[in-house]
């Protein structure tokens, strides 16, 4: 595993413009929206523009947000919180299952959830190696609507 987080922070460091998130914060931030049909995010404090949830993590925002009941809303913006450990009413967490295509694997606690294969996983691209130095074994999350 260990390795693999290596490759997975190289791959970061030779993207120019990308840095790792040095925040002393538990709980993190980052504002999706929809561009031309994807779930983006931007994110000046790691160099991310535009970067695209795929591969099952799209999926997973969609369900998330129509389960909350703000979908449509949703689409100009939204606040996605994340942590490692368990903060007061997470909406949902994911669970590492392995490392795949350069990127991390997860299930999700979420009832009902599949990908476009009828799975329940999703893919997390290196990206999230600059908020975290390893990919987490979890991750919980909530999003809240803009209002």
Known sequence: METTNALLNQFNENIRGRKMLNSSNSILLINPFNKNGMW????????LIEEPFIAG?????????????????????????FA?????????????VEFKDMGSVYTTNLQGFKNR?????????P?????F?????????????NK
């Open 84 to 96: 490692t450990l368990p903060f007061p009413e997470h909406d949902a967490r994911i669970d590492f």
């Open 40 to 47: 983006v995010f931007n994110d000046n404090r790691t160099g």
């Open 133 to 145: 130095k390893n990919s987490p074994q979890n991750l919980f999350v909530k999003f809240m609507e």
């Open 117 to 125: 294969f009828g799975k329940n996983e999703l893919w997390l691209c």
């Open 57 to 81: 993590t799209e999926l997973f925002i969609e369900f998330l947000l129509q389960k909350l009941g703000f979908l449509e809303s949703a689409k100009t913006g939204f606040n996605a919180l």
């Open 127 to 131: 990206a999230l190696n600059l908020y």
